[in-house]
């Protein structure tokens, strides 16, 4: 059971470069998040996927931009990386959004930009 | 302005003491409280969810309880295997965006 796998595990960026985040779940989620995790402050949600074909902004979007390739793969990209973006990303699943099903996590991309 | 405050920041104790973890929070109509688990360099793990007051739930040497104000985490006899950092969340009742998370407990067992 893979669960949530996220590519690269670790990303070291200058500023201005771009990069994708990739992510898959294989758990038939209907729900993908995109959150970033910072010292010192909780998990902020970036992006997230109620469902197929949709996405919609979170907590902190300026500066990225998502896919939702197919119901198990969702991309999180940085077009043009600044310092304030490293951080540690975290992809995650739901069978659905906004109720009480819990978020099922991959072990994170770290990224930093230089 | 829906809040989640969890303390204290590190907690240390020694194999076989009891403690508490807190997290308090302010949030408008609350759907449910969720409890993970984070492992160093790992993503967060999923322990429980208490949707109302008075609800408790238990797993191991974990139990984690509920008021209209706050969740505990009771962690009896821990082992050097249970340190981690502890994350609590909170869900609004309304808006698809709803979930926020704490900063989270340190928590480190020593043998």
């Known amino acids: 059971n893979a669960g949530v796998t996220q590519t690269p595990k670790f990303q070291v960026l200058k500023t201005g470069q771009s990069m994708t985040l990739q992510c898959a779940q294989d758990?038939?989620?209907?729900?993908m998040y995109w959150y970033r995790q910072d010292p010192g402050m909780g998990l902020r949600l970036i992006y997230y996927?109620?469902?197929?074909?949709?996405?919609d902004k979170g907590e902190v979007p300026n500066g990225y931009n998502v896919s939702r390739l197919n119901k198990r793969e969702f991309s999180l990209r940085l077009e043009s990386a600044a310092p304030s973006q490293t951080s540690v990303y975290f992809c995650a699943s739901s069978s659905r959004t906004g109720n009480n099903s819990p978020l099922h996590f991959g072990n994170g991309t770290r990224l930093t930009v230089t | 302005e829906d809040q989640v405050t969890q303390s204290p920041e590190a907690l240390r104790l020694q194999e076989g003491e009891s403690s508490s973890l807190n997290c308090s929070y302010t949030v408008s109509g609350l759907r449910g409280l969720f409890w993970y688990r984070q492992d160093p360099g790992k993503g967060p793990e999923f322990l429980f969810t208490?949707?109302?007051a008075g609800e408790e739930k238990e797993k191991e040497r974990l139990k984690a309880t509920l008021t209209k104000k706050e969740s505990f985490l009771h962690i009896t006899a821990p082992k050097p295997e249970d340190s981690a950092t502890y994350l609590c969340?909170?869900?609004?009742?309304?808006?698809?965006?709803?979930?926020?998370f704490g900063t989270g407990t340190r928590l480190t067992v020593i043998p």
């Open positions: 758990m038939n989620h209907n729900s």
């Open positions: 208490l949707y109302s």
């Open positions: 996927s109620a469902s197929e074909g949709t996405t």
């Open positions: 969340a909170v869900q609004r009742q309304t808006g698809a965006n709803n979930l926020f």
